[in-house]
């Protein structure tokens, strides 16, 4: 599946773009974070199309600076509305607390746990070890690290095949998108792509762009 992140600073332009993009992409991210006065009227309203519900933490590479607890309660409206996906931080204190309120509501939501390094990629056994402790947490397991040299490439593709299916893996920065191209093919259950310059995060390739390689590649 190919994701396109929504960072928009306003619900109404959020949902044009998403609108928009859910015509050449499978899924949307709704950065909530990148928007202004969100509330969960709002959650609801997004929680209706194909996508991934983040609130991601200012300590954890985002803009939400507002209280956690404020952030908590939009995750816990995507999952009462059962958004496809929610994200939560494996460094977040309450994640089993938001795994647990799906369960006990019985929501239809996907958990993704993540992880992020913003200056490098991990060895291959503390990729497997982050990827290890998020499954035993939520439904899926997400990665996303800074790309240095080819052996972290090799890391990263690795640690998504042993996980196929369970994955998202992710590495960053103009040396990781090579795994943006490939990790699919690997078993990482989407990448992330960009649409005219808008991205989330280093290393997004262009939506078009990623397709057409895919096509060359045969990776479809």
Same mark, same amino acid.
């Given at each position: 599946?190919?994701?396109?992140? %929504?960072?928009?600073? $306003?619900?109404?332009?959020?949902?044009? *773009? +998403? @609108?928009?993009?859910?015509?050449? +992409?499978?899924?949307?991210?709704? *950065?909530?974070?990148?928007?202004?006065?969100?509330? @969960?009227?709002?959650?609801?309203?997004?929680?209706? &199309?194909?996508?991934?519900?983040? %609130?991601?933490?200012? /300590?954890?590479?985002? &803009? /939400?600076?507002?209280?956690?607890?404020?952030?908590?309660?939009? !995750?816990?409206?995507? !999952?009462?509305?059962?958004?496809?996906?929610?994200? !939560?931080?494996?460094?977040? =204190?309450?994640?089993?607390?938001?795994? $647990?309120?799906?369960? @006990? #509501?019985?929501?239809?939501?996907?958990? #993704?746990?993540? &992880?992020?390094?913003?200056?490098?990629?991990?060895?291959?056994?503390?990729?497997?070890? #982050?990827?290890?402790?998020?499954?035993?947490?939520?439904? #899926? +397991?997400?990665?996303?690290?800074?790309? $240095?040299?080819? @052996?972290?490439?090799?890391?990263?593709?690795?640690?998504?095949? *042993? &996980?196929?299916?369970?994955?998202?893996? !992710?590495?960053?920065?103009?040396?990781?998108?090579?795994?943006?191209?490939?990790?699919?093919?690997?078993?990482?259950?989407?990448?992330? +792509?960009?649409?005219?310059?808008?991205?989330?995060?280093?290393? =997004?390739?262009?939506?078009?762009?990623?397709?057409?390689? /895919?096509?060359?590649?045969?990776?479809?």
């Amino acid at each position: 599946m190919i994701c396109l992140p %929504v960072v928009e600073n $306003n619900i109404t332009d959020a949902i044009k *773009r +998403a @609108e928009e993009y859910l015509k050449i +992409a499978d899924l949307v991210e709704f *950065r909530i974070d990148f928007m202004e006065n969100v509330n @969960e009227e709002d959650i609801k309203k997004l929680a209706k &199309y194909p996508c991934i519900i983040t %609130v991601r933490p200012d /300590w954890e590479g985002g &803009y /939400w600076k507002e209280d956690n607890e404020k952030r908590l309660k939009l !995750i816990k409206k995507a !999952i009462e509305c059962n958004a496809k996906y929610v994200d !939560i931080e494996l460094r977040e =204190q309450k994640n089993k607390e938001i795994v $647990n309120f799906r369960d @006990e #509501i019985n929501s239809k939501t996907k958990i #993704i746990v993540s &992880y992020h390094d913003f200056d490098k990629t991990p060895s291959k056994d503390r990729l497997i070890n #982050i990827v290890e402790e998020s499954l035993s947490i939520g439904d #899926i +397991a997400k990665f996303a690290t800074m790309v $240095n040299n080819k @052996e972290e490439i090799l890391n990263i593709l690795e640690v998504i095949n *042993r &996980y196929s299916g369970r994955v998202i893996g !992710i590495g960053m920065g103009e040396k990781g998108k090579i795994t943006r191209i490939l990790g699919v093919y690997f078993g990482s259950i989407l990448t992330f +792509a960009s649409y005219k310059g808008k991205s989330s995060a280093p290393g =997004q390739i262009d939506v078009f762009t990623l397709k057409k390689i /895919w096509e060359l590649m045969d990776l479809k």
